[in-house]
């Protein structure tokens, strides 16, 4: 069975960075994509970036040139570096791992950002 754990969630003023983790475990981590979403409260979850198993990156247009989504294989973990942080960037962050079909997500790590 895949598990994904998120952390590296916090409050931070706006301008500030984090750096957000997703350890995958249960799948054949090399082939599989990785993707963060976020919620915000009363919003849908949304798109915020991929990575493909080969390291294919791909982002919102919202976080482009401010986040940075990463991976090293060899830890089964995801990365997402988030700088220039914004308040509208507050959100619960969840990783989701595609793999054989399927998807699995993560429970979710909170960002909150002051401004």
């Known amino acids: 069975q895949v598990q994904l754990v998120e952390s590296g969630g916090g409050s931070v003023q706006a301008g500030g960075s984090l750096s957000l983790s997703c350890a995958a475990s249960g799948t054949i981590f090399s082939i599989t994509a990785m993707d963060w979403y976020r919620q915000a409260p009363g919003k849908q979850r949304e798109f915020v970036a991929t990575i493909t198993g080969g390291g294919i990156t791909n982002a919102a247009d919202s976080v482009k040139g401010r986040f940075t989504i990463s991976r090293d294989n060899a830890k089964n973990t995801v990365y997402l570096q988030m700088n220039s942080l914004k308040p509208e960037d507050t959100a619960v962050y969840y990783c989701?791992?595609?793999?054989?079909?399927?998807?699995?997500w993560g429970q979710g790590t909170q960002v909150t950002v002051s401004s």
């Open positions: 989701r791992a595609r793999y054989s079909g399927y998807e699995y």
